[in-house]
């Protein structure tokens, strides 16, 4: 497992995990933030926020509430069970994992901000890629949040009932969109107003591993991955003569949303208005 750590203000620190096993990743992680906490409670230290940026091997993991009946079909990859919230999800490689170890009471964030940030970062880079991209089959597809399903989904925009009507709006609410599928779950624990665990992004993961499970307990859900809309490279640093010249590659996506978690984190970008519901 290699690890790097980056320290990007007093503030802020990001480290790097590259095909890292769950239950090892977890265990540092819950370490790390009780001796945050200790360090807070018993000295008044603050220390610096961590964001984890993950490689994982492949596993599914339950949260803390989760029910077995989620889990469709057994395979070889191990269900280990977590203290997250949330049902059942699956990481792997080529999806984007990033672990938020934050002292929300030092930042001023309640638990709603936290979730907040995390969805509204993801569709800030979501929608940046997919305005970017020149594949038209990303053409009318954007990035949402959802009040009654944490995570990030994307949605297509409904057929104009009449192209001789002209519409005044630039109303971008999933309202008027049809929903396509889940690109990414959350799923945060939080112990004495620190925060750990976080958020999955699929990029250009198998998504066939999905199929075994109800991702995030929801039978049916449609998972996505951003490289079916944008062209995406096929492996980190390849140099496939075929691949497309301007494609996105999964380091480029993980540093657009490292840099806007950055900015959140500093308190460059504000909340938005929460998702309808």
Same mark, same amino acid.
């Given at each position: @497992?290699?690890?790097? !750590? =980056? ?8 480290? &790097? ?14 370490? +790390? ?10 000295? %008044?230290? +603050? !220390? ?11 596993? &599914?993991?339950?949260? =803390?509430? %989760? ?7 057994? !395979? #070889? $990859? ?15 490689? %080529?999806?984007?994992?990033? &672990? ?20 509204? /970062? ?16 990303? #053409?009318?597809?954007?990035?949402? *949040? ?32 049809? @929903? ?38 929801? /039978?049916? @859900?449609?998972?996505? +991955? ?8 096929? *492996?980190? #640093? /390849?140099? #496939? ?10 380091? =480029?996506? $993980? =540093? ?7 900015? +959140? ?7 938005? /208005?929460?998702?309808?519901?």
């Amino acid at each position: @497992m290699e690890n790097t !750590t =980056q320290p990007l203000s007093e503030t802020f620190i990001t480290k &790097y995990l590259s095909a890292a096993d769950y239950n090892p990743t977890h265990d540092a992680m819950l370490e +790390r933030t009780l001796e945050r906490i200790a360090l807070k409670k018993e000295q %008044g230290i +603050r !220390t610096p926020d961590e964001l984890w940026i993950v490689d994982h091997n492949d596993v &599914y993991t339950l949260g =803390q509430a %989760g029910k077995e009946e989620h889990i469709l079909q057994r !395979t #070889d $990859t191990p269900i280990i069970k977590t203290d997250r919230g949330g049902q059942v999800t699956w990481h792997g490689h %080529g999806q984007l994992v990033i &672990y938020w170890l934050f002292d929300l009471h030092s930042l001023g964030w309640s638990v709603r901000n936290l979730v907040s940030h995390a969805e509204q /970062a993801i569709e800030d880079v979501m929608n940046e890629c997919l305005q970017e991209s020149d594949a038209s089959k990303s #053409d009318n597809i954007s990035a949402h *949040a959802r009040r009654d399903a944490p995570g990030v989904y994307l949605y297509a925009d409904m057929p104009e009932p009449d192209n001789n009507i002209d519409t005044q709006t630039n109303d971008t609410s999933p309202d008027d969109k049809i @929903m396509l599928g889940k690109v990414a779950s959350l799923g945060f624990k939080i112990k004495h107003g620190f925060s750990y665990h976080g958020i999955a992004v699929n990029l250009n993961c198998d998504l066939s591993a999905f199929n075994a499970i109800n991702p995030c307990g929801y /039978a049916g @859900m449609q998972m996505l +991955r951003l490289s079916d809309f944008v062209a995406m490279q096929k *492996a980190p #640093d /390849a140099q #496939d003569t075929q691949q497309i010249s301007n494609a996105l590659s999964y380091q =480029q996506v $993980t =540093q657009k949303l490292i840099d806007n978690i950055a900015k +959140r984190h500093a308190g460059l970008i504000e909340l938005r /208005a929460l998702a309808p519901k």
